[in-house]
């Protein structure tokens, strides 16, 4: 609210980059053709939008990235709560999942081509793959937080295992959960993006390659623009459900303060 | 996690196993991968006039820019036909793959304008391989079709193709590249070379048409498919070439008129205008094994030499002309 009734410096900074785009643009500072004024790429921008061509690539986007970020995080979650709480596990599995996180998703997706095609499949795959791994460490993490008196209530109480997961650790661990998540979804936006350039002929990624190919960088730089709102949209509603869903814990930590 | 992905695999896939092609009633299904460029003109041509449905097909075509995904996936059974680059395709045969010819795509046209240029900056000085030497030419790939025109015009014009560095990159940028001198010349195909010389006209001029001055008229890239799926498929196969074929006849008797330039924008998304200044490749249907044995000796001479089949053996019968 502040922010729309006085400016911040931030803001201010934003509007002066995008005028020193369309000045450089204007007098051709890039000697290039491939760098259009603001004006007409937000023109094009709104063509495309009105004429209804994005927002239905942009839906299908979406689509594949929230599917692929709700499994993959489900199974961070689970792995997760399984790896911390049953030391077992963690020795059997614990090193093939160190050995696969490293790996620059966008490096596997033409191999994965081979075994789940160039649709939906393979690239909800590759978006839950993405989300897996920094929503498994955080909630490792988050267990090894959860404070060994609650726990240790929860035994005296004689609580079982699975209810002591489920009641006690669980939502300990949540505020973890979710930093994890928000990691997850910038990650899955750009992996979404990304597998669509490489592969099929689905979504915003592919609208922007083909854009590029058909030499019309307005379009292009249209889709760019569109894609860093929608990752700043998309961050600033999951802070939003983040604060909804845990108000307990910053209830918490403004008590502390 | 693959129990998850797995069961998403099976709902997303479970859709077009369910609906098996019924004899005489449903068209039958053919995923064909292409490169959104005027090379498939007459794939879009022969859709968009029914020409397949004519032939009991519905053509369901999945355009990569790059094209990067094109002949993988042929081999993983993802498509049923691919357009691709000769070179690219004859690289697979010769490390054993059984990609077959079903249809010629494109090919360099005998006089200019050319589909494939050389481009160098204004008093730079390039006219020739020979000035290259030490030098940098692009490509947008290496050991595709377009590189082996390139260096096959170096060694034309004097020039030790080993002294000469490839730069890959990509045509959308590949004017940008050589304006601001990261590369001193660079091996253009259409629309893109057009493309460079209305947007950087000041800057950047055609030196050379590489395919008119080493092969005049030589093959730039056909349709295939896999070996077994014609062995078993061979007739829903000359069903799709008959309705090519409808298609490559109309673009011929259309060359630069309105309706071809207006289809080639559809599915391209190139504006008509740019299309207006494009240099058209030759359409053939046929696949000849004289074209074929021209770039396997040309690729020798370029580092890609091989073990190949004889070339007659991988031309399937419809694209016998």
Known sequence: ?257 | MTQITRRAGLALTALPLAAPPLVGQTLTRLRVSVIPVTDVAPLHAAMRLGHFAAEGLEIDTSTTAGGATGLPGLVAGQFRVVFSNTVSILLGIREGLDFRFVAGAAAGNPAPPDIFAILTRKGSNIRSGRDLEGKRIASNTRNNIVWLRGMAWVEKTGGDWRKVTTVEVPFPQMADALAAGQIDAGIFSEPFASGALVSHGERLERVAWPIIETAPGATVAQYVTMKDDLERNGEVFERFARGLFKGVDWVNERRHDPALLDLITAFSRVPVERLRQTALPTYPKAVTPAEVQEVITTMARFGMGGRFPAPASLIFRTANG
């Open chain 1, 1 to 257: 609210m502040r922010a729309l009734a006085r400016p911040s410096s931030g803001f201010l900074l934003i509007l002066a980059l995008l005028l020193l785009w369309e000045v450089s643009a204007r007098f051709d500072w890039m000697n290039s053709p491939n760098w259009p004024p603001l004006s007409v790429v937000l023109a094009a921008l709104a063509r495309d939008s009105l004429g209804g061509e994005l927002p239905l690539l942009l839906g299908g986007t979406l689509w594949r990235m929230f599917a692929g970020l709700l499994a993959g995080g489900a199974a961070g979650v689970i792995v997760g709560l399984l790896f911390a709480s049953l030391p077992v596990t963690r020795r059997l599995f614990g090193l093939t999942v160190e050995l696969i996180r490293p790996i620059p998703i966008p490096a596997i997706i033409p191999p994965l081509v081979l075994f789940l095609g160039l649709d939906n499949t393979m690239k909800v795959t590759v978006v839950g793959l993405t989300a897996f791994f920094p929503v498994l460490t955080n909630t490792m993490q988050g267990v090894r937080a959860v404070e060994a008196d609650a726990l240790a209530m929860g035994r005296t109480f004689g609580i079982g295992f699975w209810r002591r997961s489920l009641h006690i650790v669980l939502p300990a661990c949540l505020p973890y959960v979710f930093a994890g998540f928000r990691v997850a979804l910038a990650l899955a936006l750009v992996v979404t993006v990304v597998a669509e350039m490489i592969a099929g002929e689905q979504g915003v990624g592919h609208y922007l390659v083909l854009m590029q190919f058909a030499g019309r960088a307005p379009e292009m730089y249209a889709t760019v623009i569109l894609l860093a709102v929608l990752g700043y949209g998309l961050n600033r509603g999951f802070l939003a459900f983040e604060r909804r869903a845990l108000h307990w814990y910053f209830a918490l930590g403004a008590q502390r303060n």
